[in-house]
């Protein structure tokens, strides 16, 4: 039978299989029926019209190939392994994204014409509501490994090709890719791809546990296996903890473990899933040569043998440097704070990270500092002879976003300078780059800043190479990533790349060293001449101390600056200081009689004295009528009865 007597055939197949329902002649599985069921009513393919392989355009694949930017590279050494072994015997090999375009393919230039025809080839549409039953296609809905050999392809122009695909999910369990192997011209017989079946599995999951590997790792990795010599070499079962053995995410075998176990859903820990106590988790020896140790499933009884995978340290950047320790004196991090554990935590981590190259994420409220602590990290670290370049990534308008930031050749573009112009990062080299307000960089920036992070190397606009750049980055937000992320805003590769460390910064009502900040901020604004030498009088210290301030130390300046400019005699009262800063701070006027009695005298009077009821009448908590007592200079004991 020549080829297009074997296509008529299969259309014929297809066509009876759609009036009756018989089934096809050699059908692969139940599998393959349901899929051609859904290609004639789900998807309205006729099979009588077999389509040509659809290539997505170069601007498409690059879409889709930025959608899995990280996970690309971090398959990379596994899929050419495989192709390695396979490519001798005919075949390719594909890896799609979750929608089925082929972001990533190895097979042999010799056959590229053919190849290409039968869409065995880079930015290949295998969806199956466009390419009908096939693997990648069918495998993406259905969930799960399988082989679509010769006629168990809906579309007749398929039906020379063997294809197995096995599915890569992301920690979440979520679809991410599919790994293909296919071949041309196949065998005939089914059994030949059983074979290949397990190959393409085995490399799934090596893939998606790399994958794993590269996101927790800065997180303690418990691995285990039913086999002790295997565990540290190829560990079935992964699962990222935190510091009480709480599970924070697992592989797909280590969610298997964890399915069906109402006490180990949200929140699980391993001490729930294993019959074990904390103490035993962390005695096993991250770095000895025993390091394994045995640990009993509670449900099953079965015994897994575990190791731990340490979190990964920041690579220090100079070999043969000393280590940063919190407690060293670094007096451009010192000055930001005094007794405040937040911030002692916060100045710590920054101490030892300084020199690392690591990315840094400063979280805290607007104003609350984080461009004053990411120049203070600059100036602290080995960098701090090259530039810092701040980058508010919400103001800048985003027609102009990518020229700031990747710069353009000269003539790149019309109104370009005739010199062509550096972009913003290539002027961090050196230094650091301070993404400011990093949660509102629209999308597609998103993709290529990260390839910038993951390559260190910028394509300046119009340019035909790239420039490398060697800068350290420090991004800031006010805003919850993880919930922009939830709402496909944010890129979470993105977001893991960028945060090595996360450096919070307390609200100024927070912060137990409110006097130090106030004191420092004055101090500074005076040093930097931006204010006359000016005294704080008691009373203005603890209206500024009582007040909440929601624009934090930015409005602090701004009130200090106020106060500077009002206030006579070199000194700032409570008075000099802006209305809302004080006016916590005073009882409030009430409508009772005139005369020299204070409201706060008044309302102590009727409630006999009695703190609580004071400050229930006004609305205040107790500490702050004890702030008015000492403002008006009544002592408790001379309280009116
Ligand atoms: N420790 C400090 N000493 C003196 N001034 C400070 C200090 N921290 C912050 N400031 C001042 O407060 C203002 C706000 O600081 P900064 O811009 O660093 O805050 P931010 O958190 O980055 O704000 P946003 O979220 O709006 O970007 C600036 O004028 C800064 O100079």
Wanted: proline share 5%; glycine share 8%.
């Amino acid at each position: 039978m020549n080829t297009q007597q074997a296509q008529r055939r299969h259309i014929d197949a297809i066509l009876r299989y759609a009036d009756d329902g018989s089934p096809p002649e050699s059908p692969g599985s139940e599998l393959i029926g349901r899929s051609w069921t859904r290609c004639l009513r789900d998807y309205g393919l006729d099979p009588s019209r077999p389509r040509s392989a659809r290539i997505v355009t170069q601007q498409t694949l690059r879409e889709h190939q930025d959608s899995v930017d990280e996970f690309l590279s971090v398959a990379r050494a596994g899929v050419e392994q495989l192709y390695g072994m396979i490519a001798r015997l005919g075949y390719v090999l594909l890896l799609t994204d979750h929608r089925g375009i082929t972001v990533q393919y190895l097979g042999d230039q010799r056959s590229d014409r053919r190849l290409r025809k039968a869409g065995l080839y880079l930015g290949a549409d295998w969806s199956e509501p466009y390419a009908g039953t096939c693997a990648v296609g069918t495998c993406i809905q259905e969930n799960q490994a399988l082989t679509c050999h010769r006629i168990d392809h809906f579309d007749a122009t398929h039906i020379g090709l063997t294809c197995t695909s096995a599915p890569i999910r992301d920690p979440s369990g979520k679809l991410l890719a599919v790994l293909d192997i296919s071949a041309l011209d196949s065998p005939q017989a089914r059994h030949s791809q059983t074979f290949a079946l397990h190959l393409t599995q085995l490399y799934a999951r090596m893939i998606e546990d790399a994958y794993f590997l590269r996101r927790y790792r800065n997180q303690t990795v418990f691995r285990c296996d039913a086999s002790r010599e295997f565990v540290q070499v190829n560990g079935q079962y992964l699962f990222a903890i935190d510091d009480e053995g709480g599970i924070g995410a697992a592989n797909t075998a280590g969610r298997s473990l964890l399915d069906g176990r109402p006490e180990t859903g949200d929140g699980a820990s391993l001490t729930q899933l294993f019959d074990c106590r904390l103490r035993d988790i962390w005695s096993i020896p991250y770095d000895q040569d025993d390091q394994v140790r045995a640990f009993r499933l509670r449900q099953s009884g079965e015994t897994l043998f575990a190791a731990l995978i340490q979190p990964r340290a920041p690579v220090p950047t100079t070999a043969g440097k000393p280590r940063e320790h919190s407690e060293d004196v670094v007096p451009e991090l010192d000055r930001l704070a005094a007794d405040d554990p937040v911030m002692r935590r916060t100045l710590g981590l920054a101490k030892r990270l300084r020199n690392r190259d690591v990315g840094l994420l400063i979280l805290g409220e607007t104003g609350t500092g984080k461009e004053v602590l990411a120049r203070a990290i600059h100036a602290a670290s080995h960098r701090s002879r090259g530039a810092f370049v701040a980058i508010n990534c919400a103001a800048i308008p985003e027609s102009l976003i990518e020229s700031e930031l990747f710069g353009y050749v000269a003539g790149a573009f019309t109104g370009a300078r005739a010199r062509g112009m550096r972009g913003l990062i290539q002027q961090a080299d050196g230094g650091t780059l301070f993404l400011d307000e990093i949660g509102d960089m629209p999308l597609p920036l998103q993709t290529r800043l990260l390839r910038v992070l993951a390559e260190g190397e910028i394509l300046p606009i119009g340019a035909d190479r790239p420039v490398r750049v060697n800068c350290r980055v420090i991004a800031a937000t006010h805003q919850d990533l993880g919930e922009r992320i939830a709402h496909g805003q944010f890129r979470e590769d993105l977001y893991y790349r960028l945060n090595g460390a996360t450096l919070r910064l307390p609200p100024l009502r927070r912060r137990a060293d409110r006097p130090h900040v106030i004191r420092s901020v004055l101090d500074t604004l005076v040093a930097q001449g931006r204010l006359s030498a000016v005294r704080l009088r008691a009373d203005a210290m603890s209206a500024l101390l009582a007040y909440d301030w929601p624009g934090n130390i930015r409005q602090l300046v701004n009130a200090l600056a106020f106060a500077e400019a009002t206030c006579e005699g070199g000194e700032i009262t409570a008075n000099d200081l802006p209305e809302e800063c004080v006016s916590g701070c005073l009882p409030p006027a009430d409508d009772g009689p005139a005369g020299d009695e204070s409201p706060l005298r008044r309302a102590l009077r009727a409630e006999q004295g009695n703190i609580s009821a004071v400050a229930r009448r006004f609305g205040v908590s107790r500490p702050t009528v004890y702030r008015w007592l000492a403002r008006e200079g009544i002592a408790l004991r001379r309280l009116p009865g």
